[in-house]
């Protein structure tokens, strides 16, 4: 069974920073894509950042230049490095990942198609 587990949110001002974690477990197959969505209130979920299982990673144009993700296969943990926090990063965080080559086409494809979610965490970036 796959668990993904989700770390690290929580409330910052404008301009700091945060590190989510996400532990994973049971993950059925080598190759993947795994990444990380937010969700704002009244908003879409959208695709953050992904990376594949050759470490291959993309961003989303809001964040760019700003977040890092990376992963510790040691550890089976996937992060995201998030600085420069605006308050329009505001949303709820999730983990995710789906059974693929790549993450050639995260951005655009349903959000259902990652079979596998996190829990969420709340990240909070106050003016």
């Known amino acids: 069974q796959v668990q993904l587990e989700e770390s690290g949110g929580g409330s910052v001002q404008a301009g700091g920073s945060l590190r989510l974690s996400c532990a994973a477990s049971?993950?059925?197959?080598?190759?993947?894509?795994m990444g990380w969505f937010r969700q704002a209130p009244e908003k879409e979920r959208e695709g953050v950042t992904f990376?594949?299982?050759?470490?291959?990673?993309s961003y989303a144009d809001s964040v760019k230049g700003r977040f890092t993700i990376s992963q510790d296969n040691a550890k089976n943990t996937l992060y995201l490095q998030m600085n420069s926090l605006k308050p329009e990063d505001t949303a709820m965080y999730y983990c995710?990942?789906?059974?693929?080559?790549?993450?050639?086409?995260?951005?655009?494809?349903?959000?259902?198609?990652?079979?596998?979610w996190g829990q969420g965490t709340r990240v909070t970036v106050s003016s």
């Open positions: 990376i594949d299982s050759d470490g291959s990673t």
């Open positions: 049971g993950y059925p197959h080598p190759r993947y894509c």
């Open positions: 995710a990942a789906r059974v693929a080559w790549d993450c050639y086409g995260a951005y655009w494809m349903p959000s259902r198609d990652f079979g596998y």
